[in-house]
Nanobody, 125 residues
């Protein structure tokens, strides 16, 4: 099970750091990703990180503002968000995909089998 935390209500231009912790399992064998879903919209890819943390991918809308990281020893992944915009308002969900290789990731939502419940991020203008 994955549990997200760190969401909240912030103003445009502020920063937030989301955390995703895995209970009852290690994430060492999993590529991790963050997705987000705004009201009335499809769940969209935000970022992904490979098992070893060496490879990352970002959606164009967050590139240069968001940074993904992971700490396998703590079974945790993080999303550091800076220069937040009102259009970043959404529920942010953490996801995990078991991966044979340590330096790859995927961006398709359907590839991820383990999901958290999400944490709400609201950015006011």
């Amino acid at each position: 099970q994955l549990v997200e935390s760190g969401g909240g209500l912030v103003q445009a231009g502020d920063s937030l750091r989301l955390s995703c912790t895995a209970s009852g399992r290690t994430i060492n064998w999993y590529a991790m990703a963050w997705f987000r879903q705004a009201p009335g919209k499809e769940r969209e890819f935000v970022t992904a990180v490979s098992r070893n943390g060496a490879k990352t991918e970002y959606s164009d809308s967050v590139k240069g503002r968001f940074t993904v990281s992971r700490d396998n020893a703590k079974s945790a992944a993080y999303l550091h968000m800076t220069n937040l915009k009102p259009e970043d308002t959404a529920v942010y969900l953490c996801a995990a995909r078991w991966s044979v290789t340590e330096d790859t990731y995927v961006t398709r939502r359907a590839e991820y089998s383990v999901w958290g419940q999400g944490t709400q991020v609201t950015v006011s203008s």
